[in-house]
């Protein structure tokens, strides 16, 4: 074929010129747009690694910003919780002040005063906050955690930021932590609050009270006739004459009784072994530590760790006239004298509580020959039961505590599984010590729920719990006093369909909390039905409420009254019968005061510590003042417990910064080179861009020069 002057022409230029101009095109669109492409058709591949790219920049972005709002919040929590261990180490130097001798009545109200204080101040910290939210609420950050009488408004929701696919960083600190946090490493330990003394050094000579003696606190080494004292001055070898009965729970739930005896020449040691062995200490294994301090006063330690359940009540007696009374010992419970009430604790009821009136021969009670020797004193009132006349013989007879228009327990109800405060949804059955009576199950055990109502009248309620296979659950009055339960029988419903009466194990406190609001505000069913049950329960809630407050105890609160007539007391019907079995659970006791438990409730050992100065005690005294002040030697001891909390706290918290830290750190770096790899696939090299642009123009005019010169020589072709 022929090539023409206008197939070449047509090769040359028209094909040349259009691609090299395409080319000028797109490098011109790269150095404008700093892109290599900007559709998709253009490079599917580096389009697709593009797209991929910028969502891993995406998601990497909002990782870094969650974790740096964490990290904000966590470092400003660290922050307080600097303030918050310097305020607690303050507080405990001052109370170490407050213990020393040279200090007056004046200095201890100036300590007190400086105490006030940093509780305040701690409180400020508590509640503070970050652009408007609180950083110790846990997820609720718009209530303020703690409340002017210390206690905690927030949850314990933990906060989580997202350092990573699937994997998050928790970055606050919940109050229920900080406040009421569990530390499973403590050990719980109890004291009695009654200074024992030494009777034989106080009284020389047993048959003349005015024998100087020596005022001098019982130890271990000194003898059960030390303890207890004596009626004269012979020392009764082997003779088992002096009588304790111990009432408590172990760490595991279960509750015991135990009556020991001992004799003169036994050592109060032996009396503290055989305390340890009702907890269950062996020769090879001690289950818990009976030790004695400097003021006579019992300590139980727990030796199972994070267990709060461990309580201990005891009370001793001595028949000071048993040789002249026909044999008979008064001081026994068990003595064939009391017939039918063999077992009662109460049997000891017309005992005399203190030693010197004995010896002074000034002594009202109706038998002044027995001594009753007290250990534990509650500060609340003994419930209202003509059997019981003397508080010492009291453990879990007593009444809830009285303040203004609300009652409260004082035993925090703890699951045995876990040492978890109880809710309102919880079972009766987890709590309880299931191995008394129907062994596994409450079916056949019995409560008795007593006291005055709104009103200020008597009430008395048997709660009879039952399974569904014997009834279910029921609960009936004493009105007229007799001690038979026999107005009426009410049910009580469960929420299943059909309704009908709870079965003992399936039982809530829910439920139980139900009988109470009932009975206290004297709102009953009118009727049998579940219907009538919950119209009962709907009107009672209208005069009062009762809850599981924040630290597992029960309370009831007057909802027309601000100063409450109502008076409550609940308890195991075989409470003090140490011929049946250990009460199944205690609500309210008057038991040994708590010095160290897994559970902290920061704010209210706060207070306890401070009060211990205001009253000026430097121990327990359950015989002055306020009975359940734990003396500012426990509350050294229990703020230096606090001290360790918020230092564990505080290091949980600085952990979680430094892991948010690295997180951050790492997210910025992956950002940075998820960027630069993005850049080598989307961005334009403009010097090589500008090098190709230079070297395209140079082809340009290279060709059209060629086409020009092609040009001449056809028109010379031509002519």
């Known amino acids: 074929m022929r090539v023409t002057s206008s197939m070449y022409y047509d090769n040359l230029y028209k094909n040349g010129h259009n691609n090299i101009r395409n080319k000028l095109f797109d490098v011109n669109k790269q150095i404008s747009s700093g892109l290599n492409i900007q559709y998709a058709h253009e490079n599917v591949t580096a389009f697709t690694d593009t797209m991929r790219l910028d969502n891993e920049i995406t998601q990497l972005e909002q990782v870094k910003k969650s974790i740096d709002n964490g990290l904000k919040f966590s470092t400003q929590s660290d922050t307080a919780l600097n303030d918050f261990s310097t305020s607690v180490t303050?507080?405990?130097?001052?109370?170490?002040?407050?213990?020393?001798?040279?200090?007056?009545?004046?200095?201890?109200?100036?300590?007190?005063?400086?105490?006030?204080?940093?509780?305040?101040?701690?409180?400020?910290?508590?509640?503070?906050?970050?652009?408007?939210?609180?950083?110790?609420?846990?997820?609720?950050?718009?209530?303020?955690?703690?409340?002017?009488?210390?206690?905690?408004?927030?949850?314990?929701?933990?906060?989580?930021?997202?350092?990573?696919?699937?994997?998050?960083?928790?970055?606050?600190?919940?109050?229920?932590?900080?406040?009421?946090g569990e530390e499973s490493n403590i050990n719980r330990q109890v004291t009695s609050n009654v200074i024992q003394k030494n009777l034989s050094k106080m009284y020389p000579d047993y048959t003349d009270a005015n024998v100087d003696g020596e005022d001098r606190n019982l130890t271990a080494e000194d003898t059960i006739r030390d303890l207890m004292g004596d009626s004269d001055n012979d020392v009764d070898e082997g003779t088992l004459k002096h009588h304790f009965y111990l009432r408590g729970t172990k760490s595991d739930g279960t509750t015991f009784n135990k009556h020991i005896k001992m004799s003169d020449d036994q050592s109060v040691d032996n009396l503290l072994q055989e305390v340890g062995k009702a907890y269950g200490n062996t020769p090879d294994v001690d289950i818990v530590n009976v030790t004695l301090n400097s003021n006579g006063q019992i300590l139980v330690e727990d030796k199972k760790d994070g267990s709060s359940k461990l309580e201990f009540h005891m009370v001793g007696a001595t028949d000071l006239d048993r040789n002249d009374n026909g044999g008979a010992d008064d001081a026994d419970i068990d003595d064939a004298k009391y017939g039918a009430d063999a077992g009662k604790i109460t049997n000891l009821k017309d005992g005399e509580v203190d030693f010197n009136k004995i010896m002074h021969n000034s002594s009202t009670a109706n038998n002044a020959k027995l001594y009753i020797k007290e250990f534990n004193i509650s500060s609340y009132n003994p419930a209202k039961d003509a059997s019981t006349k003397i508080g010492a013989l009291n453990y879990d007879r007593t009444e809830f505590a009285k303040d203004g228009a609300k009652v409260t327990s004082n035993v925090k109800q703890v699951l045995k599984s876990d040492n978890s405060f109880v809710k309102d949804s919880t079972k009766i059955s987890e709590v309880a010590d299931l191995s008394k009576g129907n062994v596994d199950t409450l079916d056949g055990s019995s409560l008795r729920l007593a006291g005055k109502n709104i009103s200020g009248n008597d009430y008395d309620v048997?709660?009879?719990?039952?399974?569904?296979?014997?009834?279910?659950?029921?609960?009936?009055?004493?009105?007229?006093?007799?001690?038979?339960?026999?107005?009426?029988?009410?049910?009580?419903?469960?929420?299943?369909?059909?309704?009908?009466?709870?079965?003992?194990?399936?039982?809530?406190?829910?439920?139980?909390?139900?009988?109470?609001?009932?009975?206290?505000?004297?709102?009953?069913?009118?009727?049998?039905?579940?219907?009538?049950?919950?119209?009962?329960?709907?009107?009672?809630?209208?005069?009062?409420?009762?809850?599981i407050t924040y630290d597992g105890k029960i309370e009831f609160e007057d909802r027309l009254n601000s100063n409450t007539k109502a008076a409550v007391s609940l308890q195991d019907v075989n409470s003090g019968d140490f011929s049946k079995d250990a009460s199944i659970m205690t609500f309210n006791s008057n038991d040994a005061l708590e010095i160290r438990d897994a559970k902290t409730d920061f704010f209210s050992t706060i207070d306890r510590a401070i009060k211990s100065v205001e009253e000026y005690k430097l121990y327990p005294d359950g015989h002055s003042g306020?009975?359940?002040?734990?003396?500012?030697?426990?509350?050294?001891?229990?703020?230096?417990?606090?001290?360790?909390?918020?230092?564990?706290?505080?290091?949980?918290?600085?952990?979680?910064?430094?892991?948010?830290?690295?997180?951050?750190?790492?997210?910025?770096?992956l950002e940075l080179s998820t960027k630069t790899l993005r850049s080598s696939v989307l961005d334009v090299d403009l010097a090589e861009a500008s090098l190709n642009l230079t070297q395209l123009n140079q082809n340009y005019e290279a060709m059209l020069s060629t086409v020009g010169k092609v040009a001449k020589l056809s028109l010379v072709n031509y002519l």
């Open 90 to 180: 303050k507080m405990k130097t001052l109370l170490i002040n407050a213990a020393n001798d040279s200090n007056d009545d004046i200095s201890r109200d100036a300590i007190a005063k400086d105490l006030r204080g940093i509780e305040s101040h701690l409180k400020n910290l508590a509640n503070t906050s970050i652009n408007g939210k609180y950083l110790f609420s846990g997820s609720a950050m718009t209530t303020k955690p703690i409340s002017d009488s210390g206690e905690y408004m927030g949850n314990d929701f933990k906060m989580e930021a997202i350092v990573d696919s699937n994997v998050r960083q928790e970055y606050n600190v919940s109050g229920a932590k900080l406040f009421l």
């Open 462 to 547: 048997k709660i009879d719990l039952k399974s569904s296979a014997n009834g279910g659950s029921t609960f009936s009055l004493d009105t007229d006093g007799d001690g038979d339960y026999d107005d009426g029988t009410y049910k009580i419903y469960d929420m299943n369909d059909p309704r009908d009466a709870v079965d003992a194990d399936s039982m809530t406190y829910r439920q139980l909390m139900d009988v109470v609001n009932m009975n206290v505000t004297n709102n009953l069913p009118a009727g049998g039905s579940a219907d009538d049950y919950d119209k009962a329960i709907s009107d009672s809630n209208y005069y009062g409420g009762t809850n």
């Open 626 to 669: 306020d009975a359940r002040n734990i003396g500012i030697q426990n509350a050294i001891e229990m703020t230096t417990r606090l001290e360790d909390h918020v230092n564990s706290v505080h290091t949980t918290v600085g952990a979680n910064s430094n892991v948010l830290q690295t997180s951050l750190d790492r997210t910025e770096t």
